[in-house]
């Protein structure tokens, strides 16, 4: 099966990270494509996308999206307000003002979408997060078109 990677217009180094993922990819066991495609499913990239802030996604979070397991996170809210909740991951989102993570807050029993830089404290918990499909979560999206990255 040949990948396609599409054009992301996310910074300097886009097109070698295109070509870097070419090489990856054709390097790839079967399984391990399979298992590239399915994290790539959980990643998803907002229109129009700019250049995140310069606020690094904590590696507790990613940790979270690869394992699927609950994360409890302390989110500052736009009013201020400080929340601590367990939340499903289900995509990362690169948009105009950074990255977000959407998925199901246990909390709110409900779809929530939070920004990046917006959650002060985050742990993974043991907890294995429901499968969840994108269209599950899609109605706390911002109102931008969100499309999967293509390898």
Same mark, same amino acid.
């Given at each position: ?18 070509? @870097? ?17 399915? +994290? @790539?499913? =959980? !990643?998803?990239? +907002? ?15 990613? =940790?979270?999206? !690869?394992?699927?397991? !609950? ?16 939340v499903e991951p289900v995509v990362f989102m @690169? ?5 977000? +993570? ?30 969840r499909a994108f269209e599950e979560i899609a109605?706390?999206?911002?109102? +931008?078109? @969100? ?5």
């Amino acid at each position: 099966m040949r990948w396609r990677w599409r054009r992301v217009n996310v910074g300097p180094f886009e097109g070698a990270a295109r070509s @870097a993922v070419r090489k990856i990819v054709a390097a790839m066991p079967g399984p391990a494509v399979t298992a590239a495609r399915d +994290l @790539a499913g =959980r !990643v998803r990239l +907002l229109e129009p996308v700019a250049a995140p802030q310069t606020v690094p996604v904590p590696s507790v979070i990613e =940790r979270a999206i !690869v394992a699927r397991r !609950v994360l409890r996170i302390c989110y500052l809210d736009r009013g201020g307000n400080l929340t601590e909740r367990d939340v499903e991951p289900v995509v990362f989102m @690169a948009g105009p003002r950074g990255w977000y +993570l959407a998925g199901w807050c246990r909390v709110r029993d409900a779809a929530r979408c939070f920004r990046v830089d917006r959650i002060q404290q985050a742990e993974v918990t043991g907890v294995t997060a429901a499968p969840r499909a994108f269209e599950e979560i899609a109605p706390c999206i911002p109102d +931008l078109v @969100a499309r999967t990255p293509a390898l």
